[in-house]
DNA sequence: TTGTAAGCGTTATCAT
DNA sequence: ATGATAACGCTTACAA
């Protein structure tokens, strides 16, 4: 029986994965739910199997570590994670092999989108296209993606010799399209304002074009939105959504074998990255 | 340490799930991984972890049945399963407390969508509107609420007297958009056809409008179309889908306490359906 | 009531 | 090599 043999033996054949760490977001959603899929996949291949890490066992609440001490796992997953939650940076500080496709800190290997090049990509084509006023609606930035678009704009903008206002930047204030709507209506409440804008998250992105046209504005015609993520509903949405391609499908395998890898020849930890290329999809909401 | 316990005593706070038993859908399907979502939630106030079933334990093939009594599974859950998989027949046919969110057999508990009424719901419709010819696409009968909902339609059609040609009934060749959309061109080509079909998946219809659209029709001005599942995207499609609502958040809750209520009181299994309400919602693939 | 020992099924160690 | 046995950490049953 497999209890007897991972009391007996050091292995679980069990790998933890934290999902909901910093929001509400379930199985649904599009973007984590394909990394996760991707990396279960490639794992039960190695003969691993998931489990969702709650802070809850039987009936005693426990913190990450202790969980994943008490269930033996063999490495850790964050799907997503809070850098300030003590619960993750406790996990991340301790012997158990943890990988990570959300967030970056000492000691944790991440494979991630290389966020850099996304914007870049939205900036030199908003440049291509014209444009010296160009604007970026970000997520939460309790979500590392999002801060690190947002840095990465900035450090891009004075780079490149572009100014933007502080009013050309608006953070939405959740993760999905009503959130996204509320955006699209204060955007539309601006008198002054760029005509193109990167929009992080292509979930909030249908949000701020619908709430744009609530208010009887064209997109792309009067003002152009780029997404980010490249969601398999993407493309179905009305217009298509241009936007910057994340490759979850890679994000998940890579993570998985590089965790495998450290979980069956464990060295020292350090910080490490895996950026992960990103395209630009260019479709319909901008010209 | 938690597998110590499990060992010594009987119970493992673990509740086993099998989901891609008859597809390769995974976690990004958003009508099922949000039952799955619901259901975890609801067992994890309970103290129960959801663990995914596969088919290999570490390095060795098993049955589900062995998998679950090796893992000593307190129970499970099939959000969707194939009634003719040997492996599904044995697990059911077991003393291990299952429920099913999709198929229904002898000795298994069942929370399903009455989808008797949602069909009803959309030929009663499709009647005040004055249609006589009414036609329904179909998914794949591997899955039963497919081949239910094709059941459901004959026996109502014949019941209220209505008629239909077999070629009145398409059934695509997948779960997916791309499969929709082979529907959708075919459907185009037919010279003689109904003028409102009711597709038994939102994702299929998708696909569905677009095929239509790409052979030149107009949707709902010329064709007609009513989906199911009531998926998050499908108020965000253009037009916007009517379509037959499945409470996906009461089903997964009900069969969590259900599923719960069977571990903690143990009784005979016996064949038993829980039909949960649908609802038709209107919006504007329908005139 | 409190404490002690047996046992859960497998692996790993240590004799033979 | 092969086989017997201790150890894994916790629960539970039984004794004091």
């Known amino acids: 029986m497999s209890s007897a043999r991972i009391l007996s033996s050091k292995k679980s054949w069990t790998i933890g994965v934290i999902y909901s760490d910093i929001s509400l977001i379930g199985f649904e959603h599009p973007f984590f739910s394909h990394i996760l899929q991707s990396f279960k996949s490639q794992v039960e291949r190695a003969g691993y199997e998931i489990v969702m890490i709650v802070s809850k066992l039987g009936n005693s609440e426990l913190t990450y570590l202790d969980w994943c001490r008490n ?4 490495g850790v997953l964050i799907v997503m994670g809070n850098i300030n939650n003590p619960n993750i940076i406790e996990l991340v500080q301790s012997d158990i092999p943890t990988i990570s496709t959300d967030i970056v800190m000492p000691n944790l290997y991440s494979v991630i989108s290389d966020d850099y090049k996304g914007v870049e990509l939205y900036i030199n084509y908003a440049v291509s296209k014209g444009y010296k006023r160009i604007g970026i609606v970000s997520g ?12 990465a704009y900035r450090n891009l903008m004075n780079q490149k010799g572009l100014t933007y206002a502080e009013t050309d930047i608006v953070v939405a204030d959740g993760f999905g399209y009503d959130e996204g709507f509320v955006v699209g209506e204060f955007i539309a409440s601006l ?13 909030i992105a249908f949000g701020v074009i619908r709430g ?3 208010k009887g504005f064209n997109v792309p015609n ?6 980010y993520d490249d969601i398999d509903f993407s493309k179905h949405f009305t217009p298509p959504l241009t936007t ?3 490759d979850t499908a890679k994000i998940g395998f890579q993570a998985a074998n590089q965790l495998i890898q450290m979980i069956e020849n464990p060295t020292q930890k350090k910080q490490t990255i895996t950026h992960v290329p990103v395209e630009i999809v260019i479709r319909e909401t901008t010209k």
Chains 1, 2 share one sequence.
């Open 140 to 151: 939460p930035f309790s979500a590392r993606s999002f801060y690190n678009r947002l840095e």
């Open 212 to 214: 744009l046209e609530s």
């Open 222 to 227: 009067q003002i152009e939105i780029v997404g």
């Open 71 to 74: 269930k033996k796992v063999d």
């Open 244 to 246: 910057i391609k994340q």
């Open 191 to 203: 008198k002054d304002r760029p005509d193109i804008y990167l929009v992080t998250s292509d979930v």
